[in-house]
């Protein structure tokens, strides 16, 4: 074989390729914009990341679709660079901005050549890329968007080699794998239980390129944190600041004619007025516009800053505490006057008694549970942040269509995973409504999975079971949904249950008696706790509920 022959033939890159991608990245961005400002939670929980950028990366669409026909890659890139650089919103887009910025740079660098396959873009972009982000920034992060970036560079420098769609995979995802382990490496992110929204996003616009080279679309899970924010309504101070970083306004700002040796200046003053500052420049050879980022309590003194260098334009500043009383003012519902509710499906006038005493929002479902009538129960809490037990009274997808009616901006609603009244008093037993709202449905939650539960019913059939062939009219103990007890009598069943349940062990046994339960089968509980199991505490309350004799819980 000779030289010739053993030479592969690596396609040059097309231009039309940029504008698809960046087309695709902003609609994907835009159909995932809720999502991310969901998971908005650092540097400041603003829930604008997603709408950032969307907004800076359809400029740089924008600015593709306008370049004329006969542009190349060079000039393409350059123009999406210039068009995010101009039009960033929030640190997001401005990092966004730079990943643009390390591509046109790349692209510049190689040439509009036969060395300008998408293999040597993609590696030699996201590097450049990389290293513009973290340079902007002031405070770089482990955990957020930066890391991913770095992530992506890597495993494109590794997988240069491969064509262009396993090489855009390969880095979608390890970006993805990365993206999940955010949290564990930023506090904040952690204690939300949250992956980084600006990392989500840059994973939207990997994710596009793989679409577009590919014409396959990559089904992310949803990211999203179940215990977000903790319930409580995202608000901030409208008071003076109290020195750290929890600032009062964003500031944002173009900068044009500063000398390059200024912006370290600069960012040393805006260091010294605020937190989450960013500066880049779109590092084309004929310009020196950097674009300007800051969180600070005195916005003043953030743009007095930038006119003491150059020109300033686009000079956007943007009140946390007017932003989150619009996102309230926006909603159908008035803000919530409480805290933290938690509300329990019972059944039986006792039952609801008890949980009511325990401190629950009672739904009733003696006759059976509609999905309206536990939304309304919700809504009627008028809390924050609501718990849920609806203790095996709804199917999955009816609590999903709950989940979907009373979810808001203003609400968020956590379902504990309860199949029984025992498990739900339980978690009762532990509500704590001074410990965090995260800390409290946990420990709740454990509390519920940490009982085991049995009940008693009245066999209503002839039909075959784990303890044999039972008979109409016997009387079944079950241990969850499995019936492992048949016996002639109340008495005889509740006892042969309660000696299966503990006999694994147990420091309480809780009975919810129904409305048929004999005396005779309480009075044989009693007796058995008494004579052989001392040492285990006993509570019985007449529940009432009609559909079972009676229920156990052992914890």
Known sequence: MTADEDTRVVPTLNPQLLRDWATQSASGLADLRGEINDLNVFPIPDSDTGSNMVFTMQAAADAATAAAGDADVATVARLMAEGAVANARGNSGVILSQVLVGLADAAELIGDGPDLTFGQLWTKGLRLGSLAAVRAVSDPREGTVLTLIRVAAETAAVHSGDSAADLARAVADDCADALEQTPDQLRELAEAGVVDAGGRGLLALLDAMVTVLTGV????????????????????????????????????????????????????????????????????????????????CEPGKAVEAGVALGQISEIRISCFA???????????????????????????????????????????????????SLVDTIRTTDSAHVIVMANGALSSQDLVTVSAEVRSHQRSVVYLPTSSMAQCLSALAVHDPGESPDADAYAMA????????????????????????????????????????????????????????LATGGEMVTVLAGSEVDDEALDAVSELMRRSYAGVELGVYRTGQADQLLQVGVE
């Open 217 to 296: 679309a990559h089904r992310r899970r949803r990211y999203r944190g179940i215990l977000t924010g903790g319930g409580e309504a995202r608000d901030h101070s409208v008071g003076e600041c109290s020195g750290d970083s929890e600032m009062d306004f964003e500031v944002m700002y173009l900068l044009d004619g500063a000398a390059g040796e200024a912006i370290g200046a600069l960012r040393s003053t805006l260091d010294e007025l605020g937190d989450a500052v960013v500066i880049v420049g779109d590092s084309s050879t004929d310009s020196e516009r950097f674009s300007v980022h800051v969180h600070t």
């Open 322 to 372: 007017l932003d989150a009383m619009r996102s309230l003012t926006d909603t159908s519902e008035p803000p919530p006057r409480h805290r933290r509710a938690v509300v329990a499906v019972v059944r039986g006038d006792g039952a609801a008694e008890l949980f009511t005493e325990a401190g629950a929002a009672v739904v009733r479902a003696d006759d059976g549970l509609t999905p309206q």
């Open 446 to 501: 454990e509390a519920a999975a940490g009982t085991r539960w049995g009940s008693l019913i009245s066999a209503p059939t002839k039909m075959m079971t784990l303890a044999g062939t039972c008979e109409v009219g016997d009387v079944l103990g079950l241990i969850g949904s499995d019936v492992l007890v048949i016996a002639p009598d109340q008495s005889a069943a509740v006892t042969a249950l309660l000696d299966l349940m």
